[in-house]
């Protein structure tokens, strides 16, 4: 189950390219424009980076006061957002080149204002409407190397991972001043991604306890999968962040047992989900079909049908935004995400 609140995208949010940028899109539903209607519709997100905010954290960790560490940590951090607010200008730049002609169907009459374009007219005021994304991964990694301790488990390191998204925050409002495009913030959810930030820094810098010890890095601000707490203390510590990554971002709580026969645990996220203002949100639970004699349930680990004895069982599985009946085709990162997801209550 996913619910998507009226979510109201702010405008939100120069010169070497460096290593913990990587480039990606995903979950965004944009909505503030600078440019012309504010609206989600005929929009659309044109080019997003994802920062490895771990790695900066990884490389401060070997200051021993706090505070210097933490200010090297926000010194690197802006030296990057400059760098990734340039390099989306730059592709802007070539994407803006670009002839109507070239794009029949977008430029006909999915792109708002495309209407008024000429076949050889550059597409260049149309999709400066789209947003530009500037993202982020492994906040909880962030702030265990950078305190010792994740935003879940002490609220000293969750004030810190608001003042670091809301620097993400604050300098998208920036760049998109300076270079007159619609920056965004998002919270990337690292389906690839993760894995691959997280082998390129056990190479580098070795096993960190609670850094760089899993196959993974944590889904953008999220409460680590594996950390055991109530769902009400994790929408508590995320929710903050939705306000900051207007670009795209999700809360999701796991379940025991079928909640298709639960309404009232559906309705109590619904309305956490009012309560705390966060604006999409998704109840993960298990889903078995068996593809024999279509028999269905909830049982964790189902391999034999209890029905018909079959094992052609089809498992309905989250991953990220994805419903996935089979993990065979997800990377190892992403499966070992999910062997360690804990339940909520």
């Given at each position: 189950?996913?619910?998507?609140?009226?979510?109201?995208?702010?405008?939100?949010?120069p010169?070497?390219?460096r290593?913990?940028t990587?480039t990606?899109?995903?979950?965004?539903?944009?909505?503030?424009?600078?440019?012309?209607?504010?609206?989600?519709?005929?929009?659309?997100?044109?080019?997003f980076?994802?920062?490895?905010?771990?790695?900066?954290?990884?490389?401060?960790?070997?200051i021993?006061?706090?505070?210097?560490?933490?200010?090297?940590?926000f010194?690197?951090?802006?030296?990057?957002?400059?760098?990734?607010?340039?390099?989306l200008?730059r592709?802007f730049?070539?994407?803006?080149?670009?002839?109507?002609?070239?794009?029949?169907?977008l430029?006909?009459?999915?792109?708002?204002?495309?209407e008024?374009?000429?076949p050889?007219?550059?597409?260049?005021?149309?999709?400066?409407?789209?947003?530009?994304?500037?993202?982020?991964?492994?906040?909880?990694e962030?702030?265990?190397?950078?305190?010792?301790?994740?935003?879940?488990?002490d609220?000293a390191?969750?004030?810190?991972?608001?003042?670091?998204?809301?620097?993400?925050?604050?300098?998208?409002?920036?760049?998109?001043?300076?270079?007159?495009?619609?920056?965004?913030?998002?919270?990337?959810?690292?389906?690839?991604?993760?894995g691959?930030?997280?082998?390129?820094?056990?190479?580098?810098?070795?096993?960190?306890?609670?850094?760089?010890?899993?196959?993974?890095?944590?889904?953008?601000?999220?409460?680590?999968?594996?950390y055991?707490?109530?769902?009400?203390?994790k929408?508590?510590?995320?929710?903050?962040?939705?306000?900051?990554?207007?670009?795209?971002?999700?809360?999701y709580?796991?379940?025991?047992g079928?909640?298709?026969?639960?309404?009232?645990?559906?309705?109590?996220v619904?309305?956490?989900?009012?309560?705390?203002?966060?604006?999409?949100?998704?109840?993960?639970?298990?889903?078995?079909?068996?593809?024999?004699?279509?028999?269905?349930?909830?049982t964790?680990?189902?391999?034999?049908?209890?029905?018909?004895?079959?094992?052609?069982?089809?498992?309905?599985?989250?991953?990220?935004?994805?419903?996935?009946?089979?993990?065979?085709?997800?990377?190892?990162?992403?499966?070992a995400?999910l062997n360690?997801?804990?339940?909520?209550?």
């Open positions: 189950a996913t619910f998507n609140r009226h979510e109201l995208w702010k405008a939100d949010d010169e070497r390219f290593y913990e990587a990606m899109g995903c979950r965004t539903r944009v909505f503030e424009n600078r440019f012309g209607e504010k609206t989600s519709i005929g929009r659309g997100n044109l080019s980076s994802t920062i490895n905010i771990v790695r900066l954290a990884i490389e401060c960790m070997d021993s006061e706090r505070e210097e560490r933490i200010r090297t940590f010194s690197k951090l802006d030296e990057l957002l400059e760098l990734t607010a340039l390099q200008h592709r730049e070539f994407q803006k080149t670009a002839r109507a002609k070239q794009f029949p169907l430029m006909s009459s999915l792109w708002l204002g495309a008024k374009l000429k050889e007219d550059t597409i260049e005021s149309v999709i400066n409407q789209g947003t530009l994304g500037i993202g982020f991964i492994g906040l909880a962030c702030l265990v190397a950078l305190t010792g301790k994740h935003h879940a488990e609220p390191a969750q004030q810190l991972g608001i003042r670091i998204i809301t620097r993400f925050r604050d300098k998208a409002n920036e760049f998109s001043e300076r270079w007159q495009h619609n920056y965004s913030v998002l919270a990337t959810p690292a389906e690839g991604l993760s691959r930030f997280t082998q390129k820094d056990k190479k580098s810098f070795g096993i960190i306890p609670g850094v760089t010890d899993r196959e993974y890095y944590t889904n953008s601000n999220h409460v680590p999968v594996y055991r707490c109530s769902a009400r203390h929408a508590e510590i995320e929710a903050p962040y939705h306000d900051l990554t207007r670009g795209g971002h999700i809360f709580v796991e379940i025991d079928d909640a298709t026969h639960n309404p009232d645990a559906i309705m109590s619904v309305d956490m989900m009012d309560r705390y203002n966060m604006g999409y949100c998704s109840v993960n639970h298990n889903r078995n079909r068996c593809m024999d004699c279509g028999h269905e349930d909830a964790d680990g189902l391999e034999e049908c209890p029905n018909c004895g079959g094992h052609h069982i089809d498992r309905l599985q989250r991953i990220t935004g994805y419903l996935v009946g089979t993990t065979n085709r997800w990377n190892q990162a992403k499966l995400e360690d997801r804990v339940r909520h209550n």
